[in-house]
C-alpha cells in the first residue's frame, strides 16, 4: 500500500517535472521576443579621459560590495528590459527610460503596467554614479541605487510585483540561471542579486564622447559662442552660478551651493523642503518636459523665463539675459553625446 503511494508520487513527481520543463522550454524570453546576447561579453570597464574620472574618483556611489563586472553589467542589462519584471508583462526600466531618448521617456508623466500615471517626470538614467551621497529619486528618498532598482518593480503603478513574486518569475525563465552563474558564482537567484546587477548596469551608463569632453581633452576648440555659454554657465549671477548647482564636468552634484525648487504646490520634494535633486545635465538639448513635474518644456522655455539671477520669474536662478541665450544653448549643445543613444551595450537584448 504504502510502496504504491510512493510510487504514485514519483511518477506524479516526474510528469510534473516533465509538464514543468516543457513549459519552460516554450516560454523561453518575453512575449514571444528572443533574447540575443552576443557571444563575447560586451565590456563595461571603461577607462574614461581624466576629467571624467577625477570626478568619477571624487563623488563615485558605488558601494565596495557593488564594483561593476562585464557579466554583472550584462546580466542587469537583461533584467532592465524584461518585461517579465512587471506584473502583466508589458513594461520593463526600458519602457520609462529608453536609450535612444537619453535613458528618459520625454513625456511629463510616464505610464505604469495598468496604464496609470506616475507622480513625477521620469529621470534621465545618465551618470547616475556621480553623485557623492548616492540618494536616488527626485526627493532624494532612496538612500542607495541598490535599494532604488528594487522601488519600481514593487510600485503599484510602475510594474506592480512583490519581491517573492519577482524572484519566483525570474526563476521560472530560463536564460537566467547561466546569467546568473556568470554574474554571481552560482544560480541563487533572488532579489538581493537581482538589485546589484540592476544597479550596475544603470552605474555604467556614463557620458564621456561629447564635444564638451573633446574640448576638454585637447582635441576639438569650442567655438565663439560655445567658450561664451561656458562662462557664463561658470560665473553669470554669481554666487548663485548655474555650475554652483549643476556641477562641471559631469553638471551634477550631491552638495549643490543652495537648494532648488521649481513651485509646485503639490510636491516640496526633498524632505518637504522645496528642493529637488537634478538629474545629470548632460543631454539636456536633446531632452524634453522638464523638472521634476515635466512642466518646462525645454531648454529654451527655461532660458527665457524671467531675469537673470534676478530670483524672479517663475523658474528664478534659471533664466539668462536675452544677448546670453543663444550662447548658453550653444555650450550646453556640447554636452550631447550621441554615442550613449545607440551603444550595443545598453540596447535592448529582446529583439
Ligand atoms: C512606469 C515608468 C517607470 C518604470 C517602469 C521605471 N521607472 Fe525609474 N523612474 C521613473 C520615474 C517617474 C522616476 C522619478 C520618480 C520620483 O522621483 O519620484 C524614476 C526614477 C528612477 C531612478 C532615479 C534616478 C536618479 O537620478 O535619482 C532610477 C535609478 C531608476 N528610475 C531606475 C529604474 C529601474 C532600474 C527600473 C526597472 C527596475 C525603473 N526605473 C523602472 C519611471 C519609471
Ligand atoms: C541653486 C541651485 C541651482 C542653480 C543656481 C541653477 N540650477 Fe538648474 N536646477 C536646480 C535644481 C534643484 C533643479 C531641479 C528642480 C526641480 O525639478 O524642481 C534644476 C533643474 C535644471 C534643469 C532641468 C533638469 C532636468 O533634468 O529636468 C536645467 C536644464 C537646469 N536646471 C539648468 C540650469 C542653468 C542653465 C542654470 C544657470 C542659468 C541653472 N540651472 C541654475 C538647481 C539649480
Same mark, same amino acid.
Given at each position: 500500500?504504502?510502496?504504491?503511494?510512493?510510487? !504514485?508520487?514519483?511518477?506524479?513527481?516526474? #510528469?510534473?517535472?516533465?509538464?514543468?520543463?516543457?513549459?519552460?522550454?516554450?516560454?523561453?524570453?518575453?512575449?514571444?521576443?528572443? #533574447?540575443?546576447?552576443?557571444? $563575447?561579453?560586451?565590456?563595461?570597464?571603461?577607462?574614461?579621459?581624466?576629467?571624467?574620472?577625477?570626478?568619477? !574618483?571624487?563623488?563615485?556611489? @558605488?558601494?565596495?560590495?557593488?564594483?561593476?563586472?562585464?557579466?554583472?553589467?550584462?546580466?542587469?542589462?537583461?533584467?532592465?528590459?524584461?518585461?517579465?519584471?512587471?506584473?502583466?508583462?508589458?513594461?520593463?526600466?526600458?519602457?520609462?527610460?529608453?536609450?535612444?531618448?537619453?535613458?528618459?521617456?520625454?513625456?511629463?508623466?510616464?505610464? %505604469?503596467?495598468?496604464? %496609470?500615471?506616475?507622480?513625477?517626470?521620469?529621470?534621465?538614467?545618465?551618470?547616475?554614479?556621480?553623485?557623492?551621497?548616492?540618494?536616488?529619486?527626485?526627493?532624494?528618498?532612496?538612500?542607495?541605487?541598490?535599494?532604488?532598482?528594487?522601488?519600481?518593480?514593487?510600485?503599484?503603478?510602475?510594474?506592480?510585483?512583490?519581491?517573492?513574486?519577482?524572484?519566483?518569475?525570474?526563476?521560472?525563465?530560463?536564460?537566467?540561471?547561466?546569467?546568473?552563474?556568470?554574474?554571481? %558564482? $552560482?544560480? !541563487?537567484?533572488?532579489?538581493?542579486?537581482?538589485?546589484?546587477?540592476?544597479?550596475?548596469?544603470?552605474?555604467?551608463?556614463?557620458?564621456?564622447?561629447?564635444?564638451?569632453?573633446?574640448?576638454?581633452?585637447?582635441?576639438?576648440?569650442?567655438?565663439?559662442?560655445?567658450?561664451?555659454?561656458?562662462?557664463?554657465?561658470?560665473?553669470?549671477?554669481?554666487?548663485?552660478?548655474?555650475?554652483?548647482?549643476?556641477?562641471?564636468?559631469?553638471?551634477?552634484?550631491?552638495?549643490?551651493?543652495?537648494?532648488?525648487?521649481?513651485?509646485?504646490?503639490?510636491?516640496?520634494?526633498?524632505? $518637504?523642503?522645496?528642493?529637488?535633486?537634478?538629474?545629470?545635465?548632460?543631454?539636456?538639448?536633446?531632452?524634453?518636459?522638464?523638472?521634476?513635474? %515635466?512642466?518646462?518644456?525645454?531648454?529654451?522655455?527655461?532660458?527665457?523665463s524671467g531675469a537673470?539671477?534676478s530670483?524672479t520669474g517663475p523658474?528664478p536662478?534659471?533664466a539668462?539675459?536675452?544677448?546670453?541665450?543663444?550662447?548658453?544653448?550653444?555650450? #550646453?549643445?556640447?554636452? @550631447?553625446?550621441? !554615442?550613449?543613444?545607440?551603444?550595443?551595450?545598453?540596447? $535592448?537584448?529582446?529583439?
Open positions: 500500500m504504502r510502496k504504491a503511494a510512493v510510487i !504514485t508520487l514519483i511518477s506524479f513527481l516526474v #510528469l510534473l517535472f516533465q509538464f514543468c520543463a516543457d513549459k519552460d522550454s516554450a516560454i523561453p524570453t518575453t512575449n514571444g521576443t528572443s #533574447l540575443s546576447l552576443p557571444s $563575447n561579453t560586451l565590456n563595461y570597464l571603461v577607462s574614461y579621459p581624466t576629467h571624467v574620472q577625477n570626478a568619477l !574618483t571624487a563623488t563615485d556611489n @558605488t558601494p565596495a560590495n557593488n564594483q561593476i563586472t562585464n557579466d554583472g553589467a550584462t546580466l542587469g542589462r537583461v533584467l532592465f528590459y524584461d518585461t517579465q519584471l512587471s506584473a502583466n508583462n508589458t513594461i520593463s526600466c526600458g519602457s520609462c527610460h529608453q536609450q535612444n531618448k537619453n535613458f528618459d521617456d520625454l513625456i511629463p508623466l510616464s505610464k %505604469g503596467f495598468e496604464g %496609470g500615471l506616475t507622480d513625477r517626470k521620469s529621470m534621465p538614467l545618465m551618470n547616475v554614479r556621480f553623485y557623492r551621497n548616492g540618494r536616488m529619486f527626485w526627493d532624494e528618498r532612496s538612500r542607495t541605487l541598490e535599494a532604488q532598482v528594487l522601488q519600481p518593480i514593487q510600485n503599484h503603478v510602475e510594474m506592480g510585483l512583490t519581491l517573492a513574486q519577482l524572484e519566483s518569475k525570474v526563476k521560472a525563465l530560463d536564460y537566467y540561471p547561466a546569467l546568473f552563474l556568470k554574474a554571481f %558564482g $552560482n544560480t !541563487t537567484i533572488d532579489s538581493v542579486k537581482i538589485s546589484r546587477a540592476l544597479s550596475q548596469f544603470v552605474r555604467s551608463i556614463v557620458t564621456y564622447q561629447s564635444k564638451y569632453d573633446k574640448v576638454k581633452q585637447g582635441t576639438e576648440a569650442f567655438s565663439n559662442a560655445e567658450a561664451i555659454g561656458e562662462q557664463l554657465f561658470l560665473n553669470a549671477g554669481a554666487p548663485n552660478t548655474c555650475a554652483s548647482c549643476h556641477t562641471p564636468p559631469m553638471f551634477i552634484t550631491s552638495d549643490p551651493a543652495r537648494g532648488f525648487a521649481l513651485q509646485d504646490i503639490n510636491d516640496a520634494g526633498i524632505n $518637504n523642503q522645496n528642493r529637488f535633486k537634478s538629474p545629470s545635465l548632460r543631454n539636456i538639448s536633446t531632452r524634453t518636459n522638464l523638472f521634476h513635474n %515635466g512642466s518646462i518644456a525645454n531648454l529654451q522655455a527655461m532660458l527665457t537673470p539671477g530670483g523658474i536662478l534659471h539668462v539675459a536675452p544677448q546670453d541665450i543663444q550662447n548658453m544653448l550653444a555650450f #550646453l549643445n556640447t554636452l @550631447t553625446d550621441q !554615442t550613449i543613444l545607440t551603444e550595443e551595450k545598453f540596447s $535592448n537584448p529582446f529583439k
